[in-house]
C-alpha cells in the first residue's frame, strides 16, 4: 500500500528555518516524480517545488532560493528544507507522488499534510 | 507565463444536479490538465488526470473533457458526498478551486 508521512512543521520566526520530511512506503521515492504542495489556512493549493527520478529539481518563484527539495534513497524520503522564512509561508505543506500518464504528472498519492506557521 | 481561470469559484446545486466547472488556459496546453477534489481538513485527491481519464476507484459520475485551452469538469448526479472544493491543475500550477455546496 502506498503510504506518504510528513512530519517537521511547527512554529518559526521568520528568518527561520526548519526541514520538512516525508516517509515513503510502497514505492520507490527515487523512482518517482515527487513534489511539495502548500495550502496557506483558507486559500488554494500551490505547487512550491519538483525533483525528477532523474535528479532535476525545480521551484516556484515564490520559494525560489530560499527552499531546497531534496531526497535520501536510503530512506525513502523526500526532504524540504526551508530557510528565510517569511509569514507568506505559512501554510499545511503536501508531499505528493507524480504518476507517469501521457499527458503531465497528476499527483496520485498525497500525505495528510504538516503545517508551517511562522510568527514571532 | 500560462494563466489559469477557472469558474465559477463557487456553486450551489441540489442533490441529482448536473454541475459543471471550466478551466480556461492562456495558451493550448494539450491535454496536461487534472482535476482534484479536496474536502475540509483532508489531502486533495485525484479524479481526472490527462483531461479525460478517470482515475482508479473514482465514480463514474465524475468526468473531464477538453483539450488545448478549454476544459470542463462535470459531475452528472451531485451527491452530498461531492460537497468539496474542486481545483484544476495544468502543468504544475493549480487553479484557484471552486467550491460546490448542496442547495
Known amino acids: 500500500e502506498v503510504q506518504l508521512v510528513e512530519s517537521g512543521g511547527g512554529l518559526v520566526q521568520p528568518g527561520g528555518s526548519l526541514r520538512l520530511s516525508c516517509a515513503a512506503s510502497g514505492f520507490t521515492v527515487s523512482s518517482n516524480y515527487m513534489s511539495w504542495v502548500r495550502q496557506a489556512p483558507g486559500k488554494g493549493l500551490e505547487w512550491v517545488s519538483v525533483i525528477y527520478s532523474g535528479g532535476s529539481t525545480y521551484y516556484a518563484d515564490s520559494v525560489k532560493g530560499r527552499f531546497t527539495i531534496s531526497r535520501d534513497n536510503s530512506k525513502n524520503t523526500l526532504y524540504l528544507q526551508m530557510n528565510s522564512l517569511r509569514a507568506e509561508d505559512t501554510a499545511v505543506y503536501y508531499c505528493a507522488r507524480a504518476k507517469y500518464s501521457s499527458g503531465w504528472y497528476p499527483f496520485d498519492y498525497w500525505g495528510q499534510g504538516t503545517l508551517v506557521t511562522v510568527s514571532s | 507565463d500560462i494563466q489559469m481561470t477557472q469558474s465559477p469559484s463557487s456553486l450551489s446545486a441540489s442533490v441529482g444536479d448536473r454541475v459543471t466547472i471550466t478551466c480556461q488556459a492562456s495558451q493550448d496546453i494539450s491535454n496536461y490538465l487534472n482535476w482534484y477534489q479536496q474536502k475540509p481538513g483532508k489531502a486533495p485527491k485525484l479524479l481526472i488526470y490527462?483531461?479525460?481519464n478517470l482515475e482508479t476507484g473514482v465514480p463514474s459520475r465524475f468526468s473531464g473533457s477538453g483539450s488545448g485551452t478549454d476544459f470542463t469538469f462535470t459531475i452528472s448526479s451531485l451527491q452530498p458526498e461531492d460537497i468539496a472544493t474542486y481545483y484544476c491543475?495544468?502543468?504544475?500550477?493549480f487553479g484557484p478551486g471552486t467550491k460546490v455546496d448542496i442547495k
Open positions: 490527462d483531461a479525460s
Open positions: 491543475q495544468q502543468y504544475w500550477t
